[in-house]
């Protein structure tokens, strides 16, 4: 009787809105704030817009914290729409375990989840829509011992713990350094950035109070960690290019910190097309229309001075947000 209930509400709510959807998808990011999940969101809508011109009519619900790590909000936001009975779930996973259960219990009532971004530890997903993040801290790798000629010592920034994505990234870039560069010493690698560019300034300024007197490198693996690392070099009056920092993501902070030469390199992805990929496959898989890749791969690129204002480099650190999102 509740299911019912629940779904006439449901039902009501959207053809009060002018036209009932076909379908009602919650995206649920890690979080709100950081750019990139401006991007993610503002692909989602581009798709939304696209079925709507083909005549298919979409709801898009988009719900999450504004700050990383909020794993019960997170958790309790899955439950919540399973118990609305939404169409399907798209899901950033703030933690790889604990998002396992609730998502679980989605696929048991039929109602289907596309993970984007970070892994989750379950196959009882339709798709996983995110880069290579192995590759990519392979490729922070590459370009940092580039920029140190293969030799100096180093320090790794991690972000959160059971952030599979950016544990991927760590990974590989400490198994590309010590493959490729035996000479480069890593001096830490056991401290984490938290949820926000704050969290992340503090621990940063820590580690630059330590080791920054005879460091050359650093590798700060996600947004908010890349920020306060930027911050805390320029007040240890250790930025422009003195020590080399290798950060991801972008923003408009990030951007300028490369042109000017605070950075020296940012592995960015395509968060814009992730959004827009996700909801197109979660679509795809509702109407029955062909079958869903697992593993769906985004793309990612290492942007430097040099390329910064390339047009492929150009789309992917300055996705059409604005145009999406009012
Ligand atoms: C950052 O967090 C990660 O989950 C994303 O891939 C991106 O690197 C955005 O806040």
């Known amino acids: 009787m509740r299911k019912i209930m629940v779904s006439l509400a449901l039902l009501v709510a959207t053809i009060a809105a002018g036209y009932a959807d076909d379908y009602t998808i919650a995206i649920l990011p890690k979080a709100t704030s950081p750019d990139y999940w401006k991007a993610v969101h503002a692909g989602a809508v581009k798709a939304q817009r696209e079925l709507e011109s083909s005549g298919t009519h979409v709801g898009l619900i988009w719900k999450g914290p504004s700050k990383d790590g909020e794993r019960d909000a997170q958790i309790k936001e899955v439950e919540d729409f399973v118990g609305q009975h939404v169409s399907g779930i798209i899901l950033a996973p703030v933690d790889s375990k604990a998002l396992v259960p609730p998502v679980e219990d989605a696929a048991d009532v039929d109602i289907p989840v596309v993970v984007i971004d970070s892994p989750l530890e379950t196959n009882a997903i339709v798709s996983l829509v995110a880069p290579n993040n192995y590759d990519c801290g392979k490729n922070a790798a590459l370009c940092l011992g580039e920029l140190l000629d293969g030799k100096g010592k180093v320090l790794l920034l991690r972000t959160m713990e059971r952030y599979a994505n950016t544990e991927a990234r760590e990974l590989g870039f400490l198994e590309c350094l010590k ?4 000479d480069i010493k890593v001096v830490s690698s056991d401290q984490r950035a938290g949820p926000t560019e704050e969290s992340a300034y503090t621990a940063s300024a820590k580690l630059l109070d330590r080791f920054g007197k005879d460091l050359q490198g650093v590798f700060t693996p996600n947004e908010a960690s890349t920020a306060g690392m930027d911050r805390a070099l320029k007040d240890a009056g250790l930025a422009e290019g003195k020590i080399k920092h290798v950060g991801f993501d972008s923003s408009d902070q990030l951007v300028n910190a490369l042109r000017v030469g605070d950075i020296q390199g940012l592995v960015v992805q395509d968060p814009f097309q992730m959004g ?14 062909g079958s869903v890749p697992k593993k769906i791969d985004t793309s990612s690129q290492l942007v430097t001075s040099d390329n910064l204002d390339d047009p492929k480099c150009k789309n992917l650190i300055h996705p059409p947000v604005s145009q999406y999102l009012n």
């Not at 493959?179 to 035996?182: E, G, S």
């Open 179 to 182: 493959q490729r560069y035996p």
């Open 276 to 289: 827009y990929l996700s909801v197109k496959t979660m679509v795809q898989h509702l109407t029955g229309k």
